[in-house]
């Protein structure tokens, strides 16, 4: 059976004696804090609930949403994405279907994995801002900054590994890539990165900088205009700044 809990910015939902049920007070709490932390930052605030889906595996979610790939969560994070309108189900099961609506996050919770804190809140809460950002690269950015680690390691760290032994992307290419070509490319290795180059412009140029070319519709010709320097240097001042 589904069970709801409503705080001022949410609807949780989950399944009746699951560790999210015992749980639901602390998360409730956790998220809120998020909330408020995600929205300070981007001077935005969001016009209605968030609906929180909490699943026991991330079989389940993935059987609804990432082509039978299991899938920790997502954010629908607009109106008219294909997944709206879906009838999914927290357990699989009959008895604990639903359809499935914009705006709303999708997670695991249970023993090992625990899908909450700031990342997919942001995706939906971008959407004020920038409901279709062209940057595959910044949107996730934008929600590791918020998360602030990948795995439990500071997004810095990562990336300042990845450039003492070579391993840096290119974030000047990266940024201008389409959707399906950055998530062909290892997570690990784009996702704390984008992080840590949004903690990096965020510092030197202010998050309304970062915003206007997360809103652009060409980052590349635009960065100029926005920062005085190409993506290319951006770039090469990002590699110099993890030292």
Not at 44 to 57: H, T
Not at 133 to 141: I, Q
Not at 182 to 203: H, M, N
Request: with cysteine; aromatic share 12%; net charge negative.
């Amino acid at each position: 059976m589904i069970c709801c809990y409503e705080t001022e910015h949410y609807v949780f939902h989950f399944l009746e004696n699951s560790l999210a049920a015992r749980d639901i007070g602390t998360i409730a709490a956790e998220q809120e804090k998020s909330y408020e932390k995600i929205c300070g930052l981007l001077n935005v605030r969001f016009p209605r609930k968030i609906n929180y889906w909490l699943y026991e595996s991330p079989d389940v979610v993935g059987r609804y949403f990432c082509d039978g790939e299991p899938c920790n969560g997502l954010a629908i994070d607009s109106e008219t994405g294909d997944e709206i309108g879906t009838v999914a189900s927290l357990s699989g099961k009959d008895e604990d279907r639903f359809t499935v609506e914009p705006f709303s996050v999708h997670a695991v919770y249970e023993e090992r994995i625990k899908c909450i804190g700031e990342h997919e809140d942001t995706h939906v809460i971008m959407s004020q801002i920038c409901p279709e950002p062209v940057s595959s690269f910044l949107a996730e950015g934008i929600a590791m900054f918020m998360d602030g680690t990948w795995w439990g390691r500071e997004n810095r760290l990562w990336a300042r590994e990845f450039r003492e032994n070579g391993e840096l992307i290119d974030t000047a290419e990266v940024i201008c890539i389409d959707q399906d070509q950055f998530y062909d490319l290892e997570s690990v290795k784009t996702y704390p990165v984008g992080g840590a180059w949004t903690e990096f412009i965020a510092e030197r140029f202010g998050m309304d900088k970062f915003l206007r070319l997360y809103c652009s519709e060409n980052p590349d010709r635009d960065a100029k205009e926005i920062f005085g320097k190409s993506l290319s240097e951006l770039h090469e001042m990002f590699a110099e700044w993890l030292v």
